[in-house]
């Protein structure tokens, strides 16, 4: 277990210079066919940034320089698409359509087949040696339940053979919180797969079936649930109550999101606040010296046009890590009222001078790219 101190009234923050080599706008394309609502999840590869709209029950394919490519719509009225992985050894992308099915297509946007799993998921990630994980879906708390079930499930043949890791007891379950976040974390890094549940401040990353790393997150007592909240009998079916309709629980942390692991010694992620809508709360952790970087608190400067990357006026933060670089990214209604409110004279650099030019603030959003500096 490596413990993870967190102080967020300690956090550090700075300017971008200080720990981004690079920094870049990339609008993505506004079209009859490609204008969605909001990024859900984001994945990066060598020709594309593939974005998923549950709203509009979109996958969208825009090309590195943010021109729409092509996108795709699921196959059946009743199905959507709640989240993805791509397999990058058959370039293939799995989708999740349906609690126990999943449809897979070639990353050209043709449909290949659909798999029906036999067991109820909440999301699934690909793995590097070829096998997926996939997070189950807990059912209501029951005494009547085996004393033991899992949360993680590997398999390489959709579930048809699985080994399972990271058990629970089913009485005391999670399932009355809200699962709205990812708890695979939507990292799309094949070797650095992180769980983490609601109502829970513990971490794992998930190796393969026999490597599993555990991180214990230790918060203030002003932003902490009760200890061991997530486990003890005592609040069996009363969780949900306790959190979201209790005056003292407001501002304490319900849960951890979007990790990553950029270096060795790095984590990235975000802290969800109870009864706040956005979540302005994304770090990053050197796990050897302690030090906390809030993204939220760097400030812009001359490299991203005195724009900030993560700022919590742009309301819930995205922030994925691929490659060296961290994405995030920003409402046209957002960055178009921050031009009315800048002077004239203000460089927004070509790019968003050519963007000002011919969108609205209906137009889709703008990811922003910074490369992290070596020596963070």
């Known amino acids: 277990m490596n413990k993870v101190f967190i102080d967020p009234d300690n956090a550090r923050g700075g300017t971008i210079s200080q720990y981004f080599n690079t920094f870049r706008f990339i609008p993505l394309e506004t079209t009859k066919e490609s204008l969605f609502g909001k990024i859900d999840q984001l994945a990066v590869t060598q020709t594309h940034f593939i974005v998923l709209d549950q709203q509009t029950k979109s996958i969208l394919f825009f090309r590195k320089d943010g021109s729409?490519?092509?996108?795709?719509?699921?196959?059946?009225?009743?199905?959507?698409?709640?989240?993805?992985t791509i397999d990058r050894r058959k370039s293939e992308l799995l989708v999740q359509t349906a609690i126990h099915e999943i449809s897979i297509y070639d990353l050209k946007g043709n449909?290949?087949?659909?798999?029906?799993?036999?067991?109820?998921?909440?999301?699934?990630?690909?793995?590097?040696?070829?096998?997926?994980?996939?997070?189950?879906e807990q059912g209501a708390p029951s005494e009547n339940s085996p004393k033991v079930k899992y949360n993680i499930a590997y398999s390489g043949d959709y579930l048809k053979s699985a080994r399972f890791a990271l058990p629970y007891d089913p009485r005391f379950g999670l399932s009355e919180l809200n699962q709205y976040m990812n708890s695979l974390n939507k990292s799309e890094d094949?070797?650095?797969?992180?769980?983490?549940?609601?109502?829970?401040?513990?971490?794992?990353?998930?190796?393969?079936?026999?490597?599993i790393i555990h991180y214990q997150f230790i918060f203030p007592l002003k932003y902490s649930l009760p200890n061991n909240f997530s486990a003890d009998s005592t609040?069996?079916?009363?969780?949900?109550?306790?959190?979201?309709?209790?005056?003292?629980?407001?501002?304490?942390?319900e849960s951890i999101e979007n990790i990553f692991k950029p270096k060795e010694n790095l984590l990235l992620f975000s802290l969800r606040n109870v009864g706040y809508l956005t979540n302005n709360w994304t770090y990053l952790y050197n796990l050897k010296t302690g030090l906390l970087l809030s993204l939220g608190k760097v400030t812009g400067d001359s490299l991203s046009s005195y724009l900030p990357f993560a700022s919590p006026q742009f309301g819930e933060t995205m922030v994925v890590y691929k490659n060296h670089h961290l994405y995030s990214c920003i409402a046209s209604s957002t960055l178009i009222s921050i031009k009315e409110h800048k002077e004239k004279s203000h460089n927004f650099g070509p790019v968003l001078n050519r963007y000002f030019a011919h969108e609205n603030r209906r137009s889709n959003p703008v990811l922003m790219e910074a490369k992290l500096k070596e020596n963070l």
């Open 68 to 84: 729409f490519d092509f996108k795709i719509r699921p196959r059946q009225a009743d199905h959507y698409f709640d989240y993805f």
């Open 111 to 136: 449909f290949l087949k659909k798999v029906n799993l036999g067991k109820n998921i909440n999301s699934l990630v690909w793995l590097q040696n070829g096998h997926i994980i996939y997070q189950l």
């Open 190 to 211: 094949p070797e650095n797969v992180f769980f983490s549940l609601p109502g829970d401040y513990n971490v794992y990353q998930l190796k393969d079936y026999t490597h």
């Open 235 to 253: 609040y069996a079916q009363k969780r949900a109550k306790y959190v979201y309709f209790n005056a003292a629980s407001k501002g304490k942390f």
